[in-house]
């Protein structure tokens, strides 16, 4: 009976955990190359990025995961367009990393993860 009872208590744990966790969807962003305009395209391109990143608000963490074993830059700007975090992430050693964002007010963020010579970006609110 109490391990049932811990079984239900973990998997309560489990499932509350997930449901504070949503997704932060990155798309590529086109770099300026010379005087401000994009380097002109015959066809539009598509860059897919092995990086999935997860806003978890309890824990007020970015979770990052790769299972490809790259690495990245990050940038964090606040809506005013002011980098408060920024790093390297190595995964060559783990699939998971977390960027804390625990001291950051409540508000609108961009995070830009530069691979290679690609940009990605993507948004988060925290409340």
Not at 1 to 24: E, G, H, K, R
Request: hydrophobic content about 35%.
């Amino acid at each position: 009976m109490a391990i049932t009872i811990a079984l239900v208590f973990q998997s309560m744990n489990v499932w509350s955990a997930t449901n504070s966790l949503s997704p932060v969807y990155l798309s590529y962003r086109h770099t300026p190359k010379l005087n401000g305009t994009p380097k002109p395209s015959k066809a539009p391109v598509n860059y897919n990025l092995a990086l999935n990143v997860f806003l978890d608000e309890d824990f007020r963490q970015l979770i990052m995961q790769d299972l490809s074993r790259q690495q990245y830059t990050y940038y964090i700007y606040d809506e005013n367009e002011e980098i408060v975090s920024q790093g390297n992430m190595d995964f060559t050693n783990s699939n998971n990393l977390t960027i804390n964002i625990w001291p950051y007010q409540t508000g609108i963020y961009t995070l830009f993860i530069i691979y290679g010579e690609h940009t990605y970006c993507g948004t988060f609110e925290l409340c």
